[in-house]
């Protein structure tokens, strides 16, 4: 699996996996320099090469003259992500058939940053965890337990016999501002076109939606799971 880009590679060298080398661009300066000290301290093997180089085994074109290579994302399971809910409360997001990269890459970011204990993705009708998701996630997928499960309506199951509530974010809801968002909480985002499924969305136990004063009538996903998370930190203090 690559990773690539420096942010991401910066992210990736703050973690314990298992990285097999960097390609950096010949004459390193300001963070490529300390993205070189850092994999040294880690006993990582640098090669430095020619910018060509790195153009071709780009994926994105998108290096920014670093290109880390590592063993491919390591999911974790469903009860990883229950298990490492603190004392106020446990939090997960779960994807309902998110296909765009750049909104699952941004999802996590989103989830990463506002403390959330796990993102939750299916094994179909799903991007996955690829070398682009990480690099849009600015890394915060290197941070952050990625689940990906058969079904997000057993994961749903799953979340309610262990305590959470279910939200569901459509544009027919409740006014989120309006809502608890304590104790164990999940929040269902859904995919670009269809948002949440039905039977998804009949399973949660609230469906919330975000108050629009424009003239376009929904968001796209990630955006909205932001609002949403910030919300729920906002209230969980």
């Known amino acids: 699996m690559k990773t690539e880009g420096r942010n991401a590679v910066i992210e990736l060298l703050k973690t314990d996996k298992n990285i097999d080398k960097l390609l950096i661009e010949k004459n390193p300066q300001g963070s490529l320099k300390a993205i070189f000290a850092e994999a040294r301290k880690k006993n990582v093997r640098v090669q430095f090469v020619d910018r060509k180089v790195l153009d071709k085994?780009?994926?994105?074109?998108?290096?920014?003259?670093?290109?880390?290579?590592?063993?491919?994302?390591?999911?974790?399971?469903?009860?990883?992500?229950?298990?490492?809910?603190?004392?106020?409360?446990?939090?997960?997001?779960?994807?309902?058939?998110?296909?765009?990269?750049?909104?699952?890459?941004?999802?996590?970011?989103?989830?990463?940053?506002?403390?959330?204990?796990?993102?939750?993705?299916?094994?179909?009708?799903?991007?996955?965890?690829?070398?682009?998701?990480?690099?849009?996630?600015?890394?915060?997928?290197?941070?952050?337990?990625?689940?990906?499960?058969?079904?997000?309506?057993?994961?749903?199951?799953?979340?309610?016999?262990?305590?959470?509530?279910?939200?569901a974010l459509e544009a027919d809801g409740k006014n989120i501002y309006d809502a608890d968002l304590s104790g164990n909480i999940a929040i269902v985002v859904g995919g670009e076109d269809s948002g949440v499924r039905r039977l998804t969305r009949e399973k949660c136990d609230f469906t919330l939606s975000i108050p629009l004063k424009g003239k376009v009538n929904s968001l796209n996903a990630s955006v909205a799971l932001g609002i949403a998370a910030y919300e729920a930190v906002r209230k969980r203090g």
């Open 57 to 167: 085994q780009s994926e994105e074109g998108r290096h920014q003259g670093v290109i880390a290579y590592c063993t491919d994302f390591r999911y974790s399971s469903l009860d990883e992500i229950i298990s490492a809910r603190g004392q106020g409360g446990g939090f997960v997001v779960l994807c309902d058939g998110i296909e765009d990269v750049h909104n699952l890459g941004s999802i996590i970011r989103v989830a990463e940053c506002a403390g959330a204990d796990g993102v939750v993705i299916p094994s179909n009708n799903s991007a996955s965890v690829t070398d682009a998701v990480v690099r849009i996630s600015a890394g915060a997928a290197n941070h952050i337990r990625v689940a990906k499960v058969n079904s997000i309506n057993r994961a749903v199951d799953e979340l309610k016999k262990q305590g959470y509530w279910l939200y």
